[in-house]
């Protein structure tokens, strides 16, 4: 039993209380289970010798970039009498610059492309030097200017919004500490990495024009904030969100994908926030891209947010031929995974499952990414539709095994350890026939054996078997055993059960006894 504490509560005397959307139907109450399932081992598979590699399949290339909303292509549209998408909207309009406040467009999320925007000249100054010398040796370099100039209140939030968005793409900033001849003069913040220092410096002012920002620099905040480059300053991203749920129709389609996207990597959940994102992109759904529209029920899928009207609207979408052509393999592998966790039953996958499979060398690279891999591999086996799996699993099983091979594409070996998990819970679907015996053939379970073994095989040589990634038990249901404490209930806590931590086990015989 898990239960989840919200992050935010914005409606707590901020904004005017209304009902959040119907996250998951109750669950009927369920009898207890006879005991855990037995430990999956690739005995429990008909043996088999490895089948043949087809001489077709391509070199894996390797990972792909992360995913960013504003580095999505402008996919040609399809036609209107094919497809249920419209054309993409164009771009709107640049923003007019207020004129009190210098140059403040929208900023472009991508690093790099950014201008450097017209400002008071000692800051523009400052700001092409960062530009020309890099951001870590500029910020080291500048640091005693910055903060005299920012002392003078020189610097405007388009200048900031720009300086956050260059911060996000050094990842080393989060670590990296100031020269010693500065430290000098800062004792205190000696210590103190150079990502953390920006954002110290910047937060109470931006905080205080949040209402002035636009829709652009508020993106690119949000995006620096929750970067592998910059600390997480949640009150600083809580009154982000406050102000994004109020004005969340300036938003355009890519930014509220993008917003949604970085909210969910770190975890920030909120029913009426990501309630609002739902309500504005449902009533704006022809305007998506589908590729845009699968990153964004896959960011609410990650926060396990279910917006019920959205999802009923936008998962035929992806059941059309001609829309799921215009998509590439990554937004293809976020639509099957956020119905999967949603477990958005009515979802026909067999389409996106047909595309993906049809492009092989595509797929091997959103192997690499671990959340749409580990969700492609619960999904094929959730589905209730054999074909999809038919389809799409022994592509998956096997790009598996080719990450094991090759410098290049070798992983680290808690991923290999996640990615046996995963394989081993597979197994255990196709021992015990879920979801049903007529979806595993004899190659399918051949294909499942021989990953296993591979997988199993290369934890042995990189390392004990003690040091192999366990999932860490969770700490919501302490509650649930205080209940069975008092009702005298005899159980176990924290069983381990691969690729499970069962954090509750009653056995029938215990039951019986609290019942005597």
């Given at each position: 039993?898990?239960?989840?504490?919200?992050?935010?509560?914005?409606?707590?005397?901020?904004?005017?209380?209304?009902?959040?959307?119907?996250?998951?139907?109750?669950?009927?109450?369920?009898?207890?289970?006879?005991?855990?399932?037995?430990?999956?081992?690739?005995?429990?598979?008909?043996?088999?010798?490895?089948?043949?590699?087809?001489?077709?399949?391509?070199?894996?290339?390797?990972?792909?970039?992360?995913?960013?909303?504003?580095?999505?292509?402008?996919?040609?549209?399809?036609?209107?009498?094919?497809?249920?998408?419209?054309?993409?909207?164009?771009?709107?309009?640049?923003?007019?610059?207020?004129?009190?406040?210098?140059?403040?467009?929208?900023?472009?999320?991508?690093?790099?492309?950014?201008?450097?925007?017209?400002?008071?000249?000692?800051?523009?100054?400052?700001?092409?030097?960062?530009?020309?010398?890099?951001?870590?040796?500029?910020?080291?370099?500048?640091?005693?200017?910055?903060?005299?100039?920012?002392?003078?209140?020189?610097?405007?939030?388009?200048?900031?919004?720009?300086?956050?968005?260059?911060?996000?793409?050094?990842?080393?900033?989060?670590?990296?500490?100031?020269?010693?001849?500065?430290?000098?003069?800062?004792?205190?913040?000696?210590?103190?990495?150079?990502?953390?220092?920006?954002?110290?410096?910047?937060?109470?002012?931006?905080?205080?024009?949040?209402?002035?920002?636009?829709?652009?620099?508020?993106?690119?905040?949000?995006?620096?904030?929750?970067?592998?480059?910059?600390?997480?300053?949640?009150?600083?991203?809580?009154?982000?969100?406050?102000?994004?749920?109020?004005?969340?129709?300036?938003?355009?389609?890519?930014?509220?994908?993008?917003?949604?996207?970085?909210?969910?990597?770190?975890?920030?959940?909120?029913?009426?926030?990501?309630?609002?994102?739902?309500?504005?992109?449902?009533?704006?759904?022809?305007?998506?891209?589908?590729?845009?529209?699968?990153?964004?029920?896959?960011?609410?899928?990650?926060?396990?947010?279910?917006?019920?009207?959205?999802?009923?609207?936008?998962?035929?979408?992806?059941?059309?031929?001609?829309?799921?052509?215009?998509?590439?393999?990554?937004a293809l592998s976020s639509a099957i995974t956020a119905a999967s966790l949603l477990d958005w039953r009515g979802f026909k996958a067999l389409v996106c499952c047909q595309a993906l499979a049809a492009r092989t060398t595509e797929l091997s690279g959103v192997v690499h990414h671990a959340d749409l891999a580990m969700g492609l591999a619960l999904a094929v086996v959730?589905?209730?539709?054999?074909?999809?799996?038919?389809?799409?699993?022994?592509?998956?099983?096997?790009?598996?095994?080719?990450?094991?091979?090759?410098?290049?594409?070798?992983?680290?070996?808690?991923?290999?350890?996640?990615?046996?998990?995963?394989?081993?819970?597979?197994?255990?679907?196709?021992?015990?026939?879920?979801?049903?015996?007529?979806?595993w053939d004899l190659n399918q379970l051949r294909i499942v054996q021989v990953t296993f073994n591979k997988l199993q095989s290369y934890l042995a040589q990189t390392g004990s078997s003690k040091d192999s990634y366990e999932p860490t038990p969770s700490s919501f249901h302490l509650e649930v055993v205080a209940v069975l404490h008092l009702l005298n209930v005899q159980?176990?806590?924290?069983?381990?059960?691969?690729?499970?931590?069962?954090?509750?086990?009653?056995?029938?015989?215990?039951?019986?006894?609290?019942?005597?």
């Open positions: 039993m898990c239960l989840r504490r919200p992050w935010l509560r914005l409606s707590v005397g901020l904004s005017s209380p209304r009902p959040p959307p119907q996250r998951f139907p109750p669950a009927p109450p369920s009898t207890p289970v006879p005991g855990p399932p037995p430990r999956f081992d690739a005995s429990m598979l008909p043996p088999a010798p490895a089948p043949e590699r087809s001489a077709s399949r391509t070199p894996v290339p390797g990972p792909p970039p992360r995913f960013d909303a504003s580095m999505l292509p402008p996919a040609p549209a399809p036609e209107r009498s094919a497809s249920r998408f419209p054309p993409p909207a164009p771009p709107a309009p640049p923003v007019p610059a207020p004129a009190d406040a210098g140059s403040r467009g929208s900023p472009t999320l991508k690093p790099g492309t950014l201008d450097v925007p017209e400002s008071h000249p000692q800051v523009q100054a400052v700001l092409l030097a960062l530009k020309k010398e890099g951001m870590r040796r500029g910020l080291e370099r500048h640091w005693e200017q910055i903060k005299r100039l920012h002392q003078q209140d020189a610097f405007t939030p388009a200048d900031i919004a720009w300086l956050f968005a260059q911060c996000r793409s050094v990842p080393s900033l989060r670590r990296a500490q100031m020269p010693r001849s500065i430290n000098r003069h800062d004792e205190d913040e000696a210590d103190v990495p150079i990502g953390t220092r920006v954002v110290q410096l910047f937060t109470n002012f931006v905080c205080l024009k949040i209402p002035e920002l636009t829709p652009g620099e508020i993106t690119c905040f949000v995006s620096a904030l929750t970067s592998a480059a910059l600390p997480m300053d949640e009150f600083w991203l809580f009154m982000m969100a406050k102000q994004i749920q109020d004005t969340s129709g300036q938003f355009s389609c890519v930014q509220l994908a993008e917003i949604a996207r970085c909210y969910a990597a770190k975890g920030l959940e909120d029913e009426e926030f990501f309630g609002v994102l739902c309500d504005a992109v449902f009533g704006r759904l022809q305007e998506f891209h589908p590729n845009v529209l699968a990153h964004f029920l896959f960011s609410c899928a990650r926060v396990r947010f279910l917006h019920e009207d959205l999802c009923t609207a936008a998962f035929p979408l992806f059941e059309d031929v001609a829309s799921v052509r215009v998509m590439d393999a990554t959730y589905m209730r539709n054999a074909a999809g799996a038919r389809f799409l699993l022994p592509f998956l099983l096997d790009h598996f095994c080719e990450t094991l091979a090759g410098a290049s594409l070798r992983r680290s070996r808690s991923e290999v350890a996640t990615i046996q998990r995963r394989v081993t819970l597979t197994g255990l679907c196709a021992a015990f026939g879920v979801p049903k015996r007529q979806a159980h176990q806590v924290e069983q381990p059960q691969r690729p499970f931590m069962l954090d509750i086990t009653i056995r029938p015989e215990q039951l019986r006894s609290s019942q005597t």
